[in-house]
């Protein structure tokens, strides 16, 4: 079942349910942000300060950060992109079994987007929800010159305590530490007991969360980087949407075209961005 739904305020949103799964997304963001087995507890963290506001990312899910990650070059335009507080068109839905359900957004550009990022594009948001959630992002340049994208799905996995998970699959791959600004490589596992904020490179296989009562598994396709995030004590509390403690309960861990895994696209030349959620 596919229905159209509003919050109080009049938010719009897409609530799927089969016989595998409960999951809603916004049209402002193509932002997905539940998703639950029946028999399981969410997969995504939804911040419970989420304001559902035009114009203001949802604070947890799946913002899909496109066609910058981070900060521009321009630093006067907004942190992530702007996909993730556009209006997104309502495609189609197909419900291909029982227990699969397909949506397609799409955003293109408009007045708006060109005066942020003076491109032509068409970017189609593909949700697959059975007993894996699968998202794929195809950007096609459907202007005269390339352009350059660097993008992310930036899922935020609900667990049952900071303490409690680690992430497998990174072992010996380099990164970038946001904080220290310093390259650097990953020894092992990676736990949690301080501010992180990293981008891994020459991603090339699953990673793995692991917490106390399941794994969650994140397979990635077109992105050969990923980034992990959590604010911890002192970056949470100045964090917009989340309450003070909030950082205990989740962790990010971001498909992406990220720092030197960008992409640039030619004129009629497309990109996908993929990934796969199997808990
Ligand atoms: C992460 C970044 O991807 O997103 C962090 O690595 C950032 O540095 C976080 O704080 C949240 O960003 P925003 O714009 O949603 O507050």
């Known amino acids: 079942m596919v229905e159209f739904k509003k919050r109080e305020n009049g938010f719009e949103y897409i609530e799927i349910v089969n016989e595998s799964a409960t999951a809603k997304i916004a049209l402002?963001?193509?932002?997905?942000?539940?998703?639950?087995?029946?028999?399981?507890?969410?997969?995504?963290?939804?911040?419970?300060?989420?304001?559902?506001k035009l114009g203001k990312a949802i604070r947890g899910g799946?913002?899909?950060?496109?066609?910058?990650?981070?900060m521009s070059?321009?630093?006067s335009l907004p942190q992530h992109g702007f996909a993730r507080t556009s209006m997104w068109e309502f495609i189609s839905s197909k419900e291909k079994n029982s227990k699969t359900t397909q949506i397609t957004l799409k955003l293109t550009h408009s007045?708006?987007?060109?005066?942020?990022?003076?491109?032509?594009?068409?970017?189609?948001?593909?949700?697959?929800?059975?007993?894996?959630?699968?998202?794929?992002?195809?950007?096609?340049?459907?202007?005269?010159?390339?352009?350059?994208?660097?993008?992310?799905?930036h899922s935020y996995f609900n667990i049952s305590h900071i303490k409690n998970v680690h992430i497998k699959g990174l072992h010996v791959?380099?990164?970038?530490?946001?904080?220290?600004k310093k390259q650097c490589l990953q020894d092992g596992d990676i736990y949690f007991t301080k501010e992180t904020d990293r981008v891994y490179q020459e991603v090339d296989k699953p990673i793995i969360l692991v917490d106390k009562t399941r794994d969650i598994t994140i397979k990635n396709e077109g992105s050969d980087s990923a980034v992990?995030?959590?604010?911890?004590?002192?970056?949470?509390?100045?964090?917009?949407?989340?309450?003070?403690?909030a950082y205990l309960?989740?962790?990010?861990?971001?498909?992406?075209?990220a720092f030197n895994d960008f992409i640039i696209l030619k004129p009629q030349e497309f990109h996908l961005l993929k990934m796969i959620l199997l808990s």
């Open 173 to 180: 791959k380099p990164y970038f530490d946001a904080l220290t």
């Open 73 to 75: 070059e321009d630093d």
């Open 111 to 153: 007045k708006e987007s060109l005066s942020l990022w003076n491109y032509h594009f068409e970017l189609l948001l593909h949700v697959s929800i059975s007993d894996s959630l699968e998202v794929e992002l195809k950007t096609i340049n459907l202007d005269k010159k390339e352009f350059k994208l660097t993008q992310a799905l």
């Open 28 to 52: 402002q963001g193509g932002h997905i942000f539940y998703y639950a087995q029946h028999d399981k507890e969410p997969l995504l963290w939804l911040s419970d300060e989420s304001e559902f």
């Open 249 to 257: 309960g989740f962790v990010c861990i971001e498909t992406a075209n």
């Open 228 to 245: 992990i995030w959590n604010p911890w004590i002192d970056k949470c509390k100045r964090m917009s949407g989340m309450s003070d403690d």
């Open 62 to 70: 799946i913002p899909v950060c496109w066609p910058w990650f981070g």
